[in-house]
């Protein structure tokens, strides 16, 4: 099973633990409506994989409402081990974009792919303020 979680920011803690800062509980931001670029100081894609074993071959791809491929880190080798589960963070520091849209992340590993999407919208109500969740 993979969850799909998206938030400003997510901090590693002891334990397996992680703190979300930001979560976009609907994995919508909303962005004032007299917005033409949405700049947040950091996006960051979690994906929370239960079940498993083994080494995996990892890569995300984030492609924006148009098509293009806006990242494509390198690929890395991701251990999984029976019994627990593996947080993938894959953080944008600046997230700087003047998409609105519809956002599709795949993630890949060693050929199987889990896709999640996001939108970014302008939220008519709230003009002249910083985007939220």
Request: net charge negative; proline share 6%.
């Given at each position: 099973m993979v969850v799909f979680l998206l938030c400003e920011t997510v901090r590693e803690e002891l334990g397996n633990k992680l703190s979300l800062l930001g979560?976009?509980?609907s994995n919508r931001i909303?962005?004032?409506?007299?917005?033409?670029?949405v700049l947040l100081p950091?996006?960051?894609?979690?994906f929370i994989v239960n079940g498993g074993e083994g080494s995996f071959r990892t890569s995300l791809t984030l492609f924006a409402p148009s098509g293009k491929a806006l990242a494509e880190p390198t690929p890395r080798d991701v251990p999984l081990v029976p019994g627990t589960g593996r947080n993938l963070i894959f953080n944008f520091v600046p997230f700087s974009t003047d998409e609105f849209g519809e956002y599709h992340a795949i993630l890949r590993m060693d050929g199987t792919e889990y896709s999640r999407r996001f939108s970014l919208v302008k939220d008519e109500a709230r003009a002249g303020e910083a985007p939220s969740g």
């Open positions: 979560l976009f509980t909303l962005a004032p409506a007299d917005t033409t670029t950091s996006l960051t894609l979690l």
